[in-house]
């Protein structure tokens, strides 16, 4: 057993995850998901580790459904607009980008706990399934044997350019490397967790009950970072078509990268401009009762984490331990 192992099963076995789960029942925890796996991964599918093992899902959702009270967006949404005190260990469920995986092997585990998610589509990608540009620089770097400091740093350098230009460079990087990702995610030589949900598994889960849909931008393009134009063009398009597609009102917005320079006082007047009442960021932390609903903090899941550390995480262990989310 590692170090790091030992301290984290020693940490979860003392009584300091329950004292700071408690310390942050009167707040709303939002867990950030992607999409998930069903086995192991090539290398490429999962550089960010943002697929999770389904058997790790079934865990960490049963721990949750034990431990929170799981509750839709929409409703946490209600009572931060009302300033209403949120029930104690309010939770909420958050799936970004809307990939197939969330239907296929997500959904299921919801309906079995009757555990409510939301899921934030970036329509460009569930609609004309087409891959979104960081999956494909992810799979050009990786099938030229980079790694994860070259999408580090592909991103840092794409991610304040102009949508023109991050499809140049995307092209670039995949002349150069040699290996391009095909146009269309759901292409049969596409891995299972490349895929893109359709509209039918978008209705299937909405009927449900459990799941309900807000907008991610059509292109995944990071809203803070482009023209007033086109990402109030970004924002109202998305909302349009998953309000035509899904019926009802899509009124949560999830930025997509999230960090802060990736969203702006600009975005959020934009964000309400377009008819949202909230948006999401990946800013880690907690939201007091008394938040806006706007910018709101979540706490990202991935693949590295193993039942042990997911706990500590969302209890906040993590958070005191690292600095983060105060
Ligand atoms: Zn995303």
Known sequence: MTLKKLIASVLARSPLPSVTRRAHRRQLSILMFHGFASGALRPFENLEHKHLEVAKWRMFAGWLAQKYRVIPLSEAVDCLERGKSLPDYSLCVTMDDGFRSTHDLAFPVLKELAMPASIYLATAFVDETRPIWVDRVSYSLIQAGQGYAELRAAKARLKNQSQDQIEQAVAEIERQTGHAMPLNVNDPSMPATQRSLDWDQIIAMRDSGLVE????????????????????????????????????????????????????????????????????????????????????????????????????????????????GT
């Open 213 to 324: 849909f807000g907008s991610h931008t059509c292109t995944h393009r990071i809203v803070g970072r482009c023209s007033r134009e086109v990402a109030l063009d970004e924002l109202r398009h998305s909302r349009r078509i998953i309000e035509e597609r899904v019926g009802g009102r899509c009124d949560l917005f999830c930025y997509p990268n999230g960090t802060p320079g990736d969203f702006t006082d600009e975005s959020e007047s934009l964000a309400r401009e377009a008819g949202y009442r909230a948006t999401l960021t990946t800013v880690p932390g907690w939201n007091a009762a008394n938040a806006s609903p706007f910018a709101l903090r979540r706490l990202g899941v991935n693949n590295e984490l193993n039942l042990t550390r997911f706990q500590l995480m969302v209890s906040g262990v993590m958070a005191r331990l690292e600095g983060y």
